[in-house]
């Protein structure tokens, strides 16, 4: 009979169950980032304090796609995948996850210039919407 692996974490494998878990949780925190960077300014017209967490979320997903860069999260989620025994995936979160659904199979700087005028075109459209309906204007002194 072969000998169980165990792991620091104490369990049969249960280092790579942690792994496994911290890889799907990476995972979900990115989709929900890109989320609230694509739409979370409309939440701002309910929560006018969100801007300045959404703002910069926004800037910097419109940075990685212009950029043509990679999010830090995406090795991260490939470092726990491969802690946990699965195989990573190249290319970035957005390559792997949405684009075969969504658009062509490869991602090309075209398709990412688009991506990053997608998001700040939806963001301006929000943030033009919070300035209309909270009428946001410059305070007079006394």
């Avoid at 990685?64 to 190249?90: H, K, S």
Wanted: with cysteine; charged share 15%; net charge positive.
């Amino acid at each position: 009979m072969p000998a169980r692996r165990r792991s620091a974490a104490g369990g049969p494998d249960g280092g790579a169950m942690i792994c496994r878990f911290m890889a799907d949780a990476t995972l979900v925190v990115h989709l929900l980032f890109i989320v609230f960077a694509v739409v979370g300014a409309f939440a701002a017209l309910r929560w006018r304090w969100l801007i300045w967490v959404h703002l910069p979320c926004a800037l910097w997903a419109v940075a990685i796609e212009w950029g043509g860069w990679i999010c830090p999260l995406t090795p991260l989620e490939g470092f726990f995948r491969r802690c946990a025994g699965q195989a990573g995936y190249a290319g970035g979160f957005v390559q792997h996850y949405l684009l075969p659904v969504i658009y062509p199979p490869n991602l090309t700087r075209d398709i990412q210039i688009g991506l990053g005028v997608f998001v700040l075109g939806i963001n301006l459209l929000a943030y033009a919407l919070v300035v209309r309906r909270t009428g946001w204007k410059r305070r007079r002194p006394p």
